[in-house]
Nanobody, 125 residues
Framework: QVRLVESGGGSVQAGGSLRLSCVAS????????MAWFRQVPGKERVGVAS???????RYLDSVKGRFTISRDSAKKNLWLQMNDLKPEDTAMYYC???????????????????WGQGTQVTVSS
Protein backbone atom coordinates (compact mmCIF):
# COMPACT_ATOMS: atom_id res chain seq x y z
CA GLN A 1 0.00 0.00 0.00
CA VAL A 2 1.09 3.56 -0.65
CA ARG A 3 2.42 5.27 2.44
CA LEU A 4 3.66 8.76 3.26
CA VAL A 5 5.46 9.52 6.51
CA GLU A 6 6.34 13.04 7.69
CA SER A 7 8.94 14.08 10.23
CA GLY A 8 10.81 17.17 11.36
CA GLY A 9 8.12 19.11 13.16
CA GLY A 10 8.68 20.67 16.55
CA SER A 11 8.64 23.87 18.57
CA VAL A 12 10.68 26.90 17.56
CA GLN A 13 10.85 30.61 18.37
CA ALA A 14 9.71 33.20 15.85
CA GLY A 15 12.45 33.82 13.33
CA GLY A 16 13.77 30.30 13.62
CA SER A 17 13.89 27.50 11.06
CA LEU A 18 12.68 23.95 10.62
CA ARG A 19 12.96 21.40 7.84
CA LEU A 20 10.13 18.95 7.30
CA SER A 21 10.67 15.64 5.54
CA CYS A 22 8.29 13.21 3.88
CA VAL A 23 9.15 9.72 2.65
CA ALA A 24 6.89 7.96 0.16
CA SER A 25 6.71 4.26 -0.62
CA UNK A 26 4.45 1.94 -2.59
CA UNK A 27 4.52 3.79 -5.93
CA UNK A 28 6.63 2.31 -8.73
CA UNK A 29 7.54 5.63 -10.33
CA UNK A 30 7.14 7.91 -7.37
CA UNK A 31 4.77 10.86 -7.26
CA UNK A 32 4.88 13.42 -10.03
CA UNK A 33 2.79 15.80 -7.98
CA MET A 34 3.54 16.48 -4.33
CA ALA A 35 2.64 19.18 -1.87
CA TRP A 36 2.61 20.36 1.72
CA PHE A 37 -0.60 21.42 3.44
CA ARG A 38 -1.28 22.78 6.89
CA GLN A 39 -4.28 22.93 9.17
CA VAL A 40 -5.18 24.46 12.51
CA PRO A 41 -8.10 23.26 14.67
CA GLY A 42 -11.45 24.54 13.46
CA LYS A 43 -10.14 25.71 10.09
CA GLU A 44 -9.83 24.14 6.67
CA ARG A 45 -6.65 22.58 5.38
CA VAL A 46 -4.76 24.89 3.01
CA GLY A 47 -2.03 24.28 0.47
CA VAL A 48 1.36 25.69 1.46
CA ALA A 49 3.66 24.59 -1.35
CA SER A 50 3.55 22.23 -4.32
CA UNK A 51 5.99 20.74 -6.80
CA UNK A 52 4.96 19.32 -10.17
CA UNK A 53 6.33 16.70 -12.58
CA UNK A 54 8.52 19.32 -14.26
CA UNK A 55 9.70 20.54 -10.82
CA UNK A 56 7.80 23.81 -11.10
CA UNK A 57 6.96 25.07 -7.63
CA ARG A 58 4.14 27.14 -6.23
CA TYR A 59 3.64 28.72 -2.81
CA LEU A 60 0.97 30.18 -0.62
CA ASP A 61 1.46 33.96 -0.71
CA SER A 62 2.13 34.22 3.02
CA VAL A 63 5.12 31.85 2.86
CA LYS A 64 6.79 33.09 -0.33
CA GLY A 65 10.42 33.94 0.24
CA ARG A 66 10.50 32.00 3.50
CA PHE A 67 9.61 28.40 2.57
CA THR A 68 11.22 26.19 -0.06
CA ILE A 69 9.82 22.89 -1.31
CA SER A 70 12.13 20.32 -2.88
CA ARG A 71 12.16 16.68 -3.95
CA ASP A 72 14.62 13.97 -4.92
CA SER A 73 14.92 12.67 -8.49
CA ALA A 74 13.01 9.48 -7.64
CA LYS A 75 10.08 11.62 -6.46
CA LYS A 76 9.83 9.65 -3.24
CA ASN A 77 11.38 12.10 -0.80
CA LEU A 78 9.94 15.54 -0.17
CA TRP A 79 11.22 18.39 1.98
CA LEU A 80 9.96 21.75 3.16
CA GLN A 81 12.61 24.16 4.38
CA MET A 82 10.93 26.78 6.56
CA ASN A 83 12.88 29.91 7.47
CA ASP A 84 11.92 33.04 9.39
CA LEU A 85 9.02 31.22 10.98
CA LYS A 86 6.13 33.25 12.37
CA PRO A 87 3.50 32.39 15.00
CA GLU A 88 0.86 32.22 12.27
CA ASP A 89 2.78 29.31 10.74
CA THR A 90 1.76 27.17 13.71
CA ALA A 91 -0.24 24.22 12.38
CA MET A 92 -0.28 20.53 11.67
CA TYR A 93 1.64 20.02 8.43
CA TYR A 94 0.79 17.22 6.01
CA CYS A 95 2.53 15.96 2.90
CA UNK A 96 0.48 14.75 -0.05
CA UNK A 97 1.24 12.97 -3.30
CA UNK A 98 -0.34 11.79 -6.53
CA UNK A 99 0.99 10.23 -9.74
CA UNK A 100 -2.00 11.05 -11.93
CA UNK A 101 -1.53 13.43 -14.84
CA UNK A 102 -4.68 15.51 -14.64
CA UNK A 103 -5.47 19.18 -14.84
CA UNK A 104 -6.18 20.48 -11.36
CA UNK A 105 -5.04 23.20 -8.98
CA UNK A 106 -1.80 21.94 -7.42
CA UNK A 107 -2.67 23.57 -4.09
CA UNK A 108 -6.12 22.03 -3.92
CA UNK A 109 -6.67 19.34 -1.32
CA UNK A 110 -8.75 17.29 -3.75
CA UNK A 111 -5.82 16.98 -6.19
CA UNK A 112 -4.05 14.42 -4.01
CA UNK A 113 -4.90 10.81 -3.30
CA UNK A 114 -2.25 9.99 -0.70
CA TRP A 115 -1.60 11.71 2.60
CA GLY A 116 0.74 11.44 5.53
CA GLN A 117 -0.27 11.44 9.17
CA GLY A 118 0.94 14.97 9.82
CA THR A 119 3.68 16.59 11.89
CA GLN A 120 3.08 19.45 14.31
CA VAL A 121 4.87 22.79 13.96
CA THR A 122 4.57 25.30 16.79
CA VAL A 123 6.10 28.78 16.57
CA SER A 124 6.25 30.93 19.69
CA SER A 125 6.61 34.71 19.75
Amino acid sequence: QVRLVESGGGSVQAGGSLRLSCVASGSTYGFGYMAWFRQVPGKERVGVASILRDDKTRYLDSVKGRFTISRDSAKKNLWLQMNDLKPEDTAMYYCAGDARIIFMDSLSESRYSYWGQGTQVTVSS
